[in-house]
């Protein structure tokens, strides 16, 4: 069985700073993770997947994340801030074999960009 | 390439009564997935279709929830009679398959408000 936690359901960073949302899974198997972003009345747009290789992923609008097995954890950064960044941000962890392959979700991250 | 469609995108009713909600997936994409997301949570599987074939309807309540997807395309989730707890947003989501490394793409969801 898998289970995401994000910690810190609303983060503020000032425009211009660093990014740092916090993603921990569980997994009994190997897993692979996502980040999403929502933005209001819409549904999720992927950022970013983990699924084998390279353990540092980049995704669209200058985020990336790494992931590191030996502290389950699958962080997002962004170096600098932009107001557009303001939106639900949500950590996935799928995995599983055929049918019992499902993804988890987070309970979400509310970024906030202060001017 | 169009999106995950869905519709209607809001909609309000009285408890007891009965609602469906309808969605478009990708063209091509084998895998559809309705979801749940209440205020301030991450999404929640309730059913998940290969082609025609519901696969893992685990989370679905059974005794009010009915979904179906016919021909292996649109598909369709009623609910019947609808109760205050219904009240959240529906989404839709689909794949070209279900597996590792094959992101969802997630369609603008409808938003059902039950008084």
């Known amino acids: 069985a898998q289970s995401v936690t994000q910690l810190g359901s609303h983060v503020s960073v000032s425009e211009g700073a660093l990014v740092l949302l916090r993603c921990n899974y569980s997994?009994?198997?190997?897993?692979?993770l996502f980040w999403y972003v929502q933005y209001p009345n819409q549904g999720l747009q992927l950022l970013l997947k983990?699924?084998?290789?390279?353990?540092l992923v980049k995704g669209i609008n200058g985020f990336e994340a790494e992931f590191k097995k030996s502290e389950t954890s699958f962080h997002l950064t962004k170096p600098s801030a932009h107001m557009s960044d303001a939106a639900e941000y949500f950590c996935?962890?799928?995995?599983?074999?055929?049918?019992?392959?499902?993804?988890?979700f987070g309970k979400g991250t509310r970024l906030h960009i202060l001017p | 390439e169009a999106g995950v469609v869905q519709s209607p995108r809001y909609k309000i009713i009285e408890k007891k009564q009965p609602v469906a909600f309808w969605c478009n997936p990708i063209?091509?994409?084998?895998?559809l997935y309705w979801y749940r997301q209440n205020l301030g949570q991450g999404p929640e599987l309730l059913i998940r279709?290969?082609?025609?074939?519901?696969?893992?309807d685990s989370q679905l309540p059974k005794d009010r929830f009915s979904a179906e997807r016919l021909k292996g395309v649109d598909s369709t989730l009623k609910i019947q009679p609808a109760e205050l707890g219904d009240s959240a947003v529906y989404l839709c989501?689909?794949?070209?398959?279900?597996?590792?490394?094959?992101?969802?793409?997630f369609g603008p969801g409808t938003r059902l408000t039950v008084t």
């Open positions: 989501a689909s794949s070209l398959r279900q597996g590792r490394g094959y992101e969802q793409y």
């Open positions: 997994s009994s198997v190997p897993p692979y």
């Open positions: 983990y699924t084998t290789g390279a353990t």
């Open positions: 996935a962890v799928g995995g599983g074999m055929n049918r019992d392959d499902k993804i988890i």
């Open positions: 063209s091509g994409h084998n895998t």
């Open positions: 279709y290969e082609n025609e074939e519901a696969v893992d």
